[in-house]
């Protein structure tokens, strides 16, 4: 199974500042075709977790553009250029390049 | 506007079975793999079952192979999750999921299954 490995785990953030979260994984995600297969997710206070970004660096729809997606192979990073109040809540990774798909452990994320 | 609606949870004993189900509209339901993800209240989330457009590929995370089955209705825009011999680490929020891959997109509400005596 493919090990999904975030940091850090928590962080506070100050509004209208950046943030980082880093996502490792134990073997390379990336796919034949050319793309990798590393995708983003926030899970908001009491709600389902919803689709960030996709393949690596595809902003899901309606996402906004201060999150974006990088790495590859078996180093990630997702990025928040400015912080905002409804980014509150728990970020995974995850693979979906084989099977069994696998998720980070999450990284909670708080406003100062 | 796509919208997953999963349906079926409930306190089951150990050992028994339930069903959930997935009613899916606003989108190509035929078109989406469709997964089901659960999580333990409080904790992360962990994958369970995926079943491609046709039901023609299936995949079980192990922990519940020989114990789950996943299954798809087109015609009904629909997918299931038949749950047997049922433990009580099965005991989670199951989400019902679907993307044009093996990524979810879309998202259920999720249904609470708790496995207890």
């Known amino acids: 199974d493919i090990v999904m490995t975030q940091s850090p785990l928590s962080l506070s953030v100050t509004p209208g500042e950046p943030a980082s979260i880093s996502c490792r994984s134990s073997?390379?995600?990336?796919?034949?075709?050319?793309?990798?297969?590393l995708d983003w997710y926030l899970q908001r206070p009491g709600q389902s977790p919803q689709l960030l970004i996709y393949?690596?660096?595809n902003r899901a729809s309606g996402v906004p553009d201060r999150f974006s997606g990088s790495g590859s192979g078996t180093d990630f990073t997702l990025k928040i250029s400015r912080v905002e109040a409804e980014d509150v809540g728990v970020y995974y990774c995850?693979?979906?390049?084989?099977?069994?798909?696998?998720f980070g452990q999450g990284t909670r994320l708080e406003i100062k | 506007e796509a919208q997953l609606v999963e349906s079926g949870g409930g306190l089951v004993q150990p050992g028994g079975s339930l069903r959930l189900s997935c009613a899916a509209s606003?989108?190509?339901?035929?078109?989406?793999?469709m997964n089901w993800v659960r999580q333990v209240p409080g904790k992360g989330l962990e994958w369970v079952a995926i079943?491609?457009?046709?039901?023609?590929?299936?995949h079980y995370v192990d922990s519940v192979k020989g114990r789950f089955t996943i299954s798809r209705d087109n015609a009904r825009n629909s997918l299931y999750l038949q749950m047997s011999s049922l433990r009580a680490e099965d005991t989670a929020v199951y989400y019902c999921?679907?993307?044009?891959?093996?990524?979810?997109?879309?998202w259920g509400q999720g249904t609470l299954v708790t496995v207890s005596s």
């Open positions: 999921t679907g993307g044009p891959g093996w990524y979810p997109d879309y």
């Open positions: 606003g989108f190509s339901f035929s078109s989406y793999w």
């Open positions: 079943i491609k457009q046709d039901g023609s590929e299936i």
């Open positions: 073997q390379s995600v990336f796919h034949g075709t050319g793309y990798d297969s």
């Open positions: 393949l690596g660096s």
């Open positions: 995850m693979q979906s390049l084989q099977t069994p798909i696998t």
